[in-house]
Nanobody, 118 residues
Framework: QVQLVESGGGLVQAGGSLRLSCAASGRTFSIYSMAWFRQVPGNERETVARIWWSGGNTMYADSVRGRFTISRDNAKNAVYLEMNSLKPEDTAVYYC???????????WGQGTQVTVSS
């Protein structure tokens, strides 16, 4: 099993910045990718950014490209999301996601609330 613990959410004014962190523990030896998703009540969970563990390639949703940066620390089995120039529409619960290559399973963190005030 894999456990994911997120931190770093909070309340920020529009234009501000936040940094989310996610630490993975447990059976982390076969991480294929880690990602950040977000969800607003009533909407589907959407991918914000993803990073592939081998090589470090990244992808971003169009809505955050140029403002958010995903990064990883392989030694700590951690992933980060640096969020700049935040907008009220970025308000959501942000979830950390891990995809395991060995099991083909996905794991989720508990979510952290990000609220951007106008």
């Amino acid at each position: 099993q894999v456990q994911l613990v997120e931190s770093g959410g909070g309340l920020v004014q529009a234009g501000g910045s936040l940094r989310l962190s996610c630490a993975a523990s447990g059976r982390t030896f076969s991480i294929y990718s880690m990602a950040w998703f977000r969800q607003v009540p009533g909407n589907e969970r959407e991918t914000v950014a993803r990073i592939w563990w081998s090589g470090g390639n990244t992808m971003y949703a169009d809505s955050v490209r140029g403002r958010f940066t995903i990064s990883r620390d392989n030694a700590k089995n951690a992933v980060y999301l640096e969020m700049n120039s935040l907008k009220p529409e970025d308000t959501a619960v942000y979830y950390c996601n891990l995809y395991s290559a060995s099991s083909g399973s996905e794991y989720w963190g508990q979510g952290t609330q990000v609220t951007v005030s106008s």
